[in-house]
């Protein structure tokens, strides 16, 4: 079968965005404002264009979970 490249968050920084957002070490991204995340840089742009967003959300795979964070951004 296709195999799809996962890309899991570490050296989630105290104050950092990750921790911001919730995001855990060892967090597999799943998708981006229900973009999937296929390359990393996909998620760093996610990441840079926040502050422009009235809202947004992550969907993350955590041990055998997943889970849809939602932000509403002032």
Do not use: C, M
């Not at 799943?30 to 390359?39: C, E, F, S, T």
């Not at 926040?50 to 993350?60: E, F």
Request: proline fraction near 3%.
């Amino acid at each position: 079968g296709i195999t799809t490249p996962q890309y899991r968050i570490f050296d989630v920084r105290s104050n950092g965005v990750f921790e911001y957002l919730g995001l855990k070490e060892r967090d597999v991204l799943l998708a981006a404002n229900d973009y999937v995340i296929r390359q990393g840089w996909q998620f760093a742009k996610f990441v840079e264009l926040l502050p422009t967003q009235k809202d947004a959300s992550v969907r993350v795979k955590r041990d055998d979970d997943e889970y849809l964070f939602i932000y509403t951004i002032h």
